[in-house]
């Protein structure tokens, strides 16, 4: 399968489409995460890991953010994004993922963030740019990533030497037969194909539709751009806001 040419420098336009997808991610995610602090604080009853209702929103959340990262990534190869503002970019994301790390252990010691979504990208960030050139490929490479966890989980099943990927040195893998115990986890498999997919679908986009990434947006998802835009700072700084809000609202009323 010939590979695309390697992309020429281009103006480093924004799409407004794609960052109000991911604006809508963004509010999606921040209601999510409002829900869960009044269940933990005790406002709201919910069972977040056995009610179907919050773990599918959960994993919708995740995959629409993943996708986004695909397409973005489609963009960035499209006009020829250097690797020094790749890299600019990637320690932004790596840096958050520590500080979620951080943070989170000091507020579940047990269940600290060792690898959720920030994490997750922060490696399917390299592994999406330096597979960019397999073009039509990414639509094979994301199905067989859904395949290795499939597999991995049968291996589990008939072969009790496979506990040695539940360790946390290869945990982040996702090829586990037991999740981890901790408050975010988003593995490389099978999460990768849903970046892999995002980015075919970006290709795509872009050599076939290019207006429907384009194409001018209308004037009330306005602020979902705007959000998208800010994605990396919002996740940041949104649940110690809510969190405040809540800590506050249970200081004055209980």
Do not use: N
């Amino acid at each position: 399968m010939p590979l695309p040419p390697a992309p020429v420098a281009l103006p480093q336009a924004r799409f407004d489409r794609l960052d109000a997808l991911r604006g809508l991610a963004i509010v999606w995610m921040t209601v999510f995460h409002f829900c869960f602090d009044l269940s933990y604080y005790g406002w709201l009853k919910a069972d977040f890991l056995g009610d179907p209702f919050w773990w599918v929103q959960r994993g919708a959340i995740v995959s629409l953010f993943l996708f986004c990262a695909g397409v973005g990534q489609a963009v960035a190869w499209h006009q020829g994004q250097s690797w020094p503002r790749f890299w600019r970019r990637w320690a932004q994301v790596a840096g958050c993922a520590v500080l979620v790390t951080a943070g989170s252990a000091l507020m579940f010691p047990r269940t600290y963030i060792f690898f959720g979504v920030l994490h997750g990208i922060a490696v399917m960030l390299v592994v999406a740019r330096l597979t960019a050139g397999w073009g039509r490929g990414l639509w094979l490479a994301g199905a067989a990533a859904f395949a290795i966890k499939f597999i991995a989980d049968q291996v589990h099943l008939v072969w009790p030497g496979a506990q040695f990927l539940d360790e946390k040195a290869f945990s982040w893998l996702g090829l586990v037969g037991r999740l981890p115990v901790t408050e975010d986890y988003v593995p490389v498999f099978p999460w990768l194909g849903v970046v892999w997919w995002g980015m075919a679908t970006g290709q795509w986009l872009l050599a076939h539709r290019p207006s429907w990434l384009e194409g001018v947006l209308p004037a009330q998802a306005a602020p979902l751009a705007w959000l998208g835009r800010w994605s990396l700072s919002w996740y940041m700084l949104h649940q110690p806001v809510l969190i405040g809000l809540v800590l506050a609202a249970t200081a004055v009323l209980r």
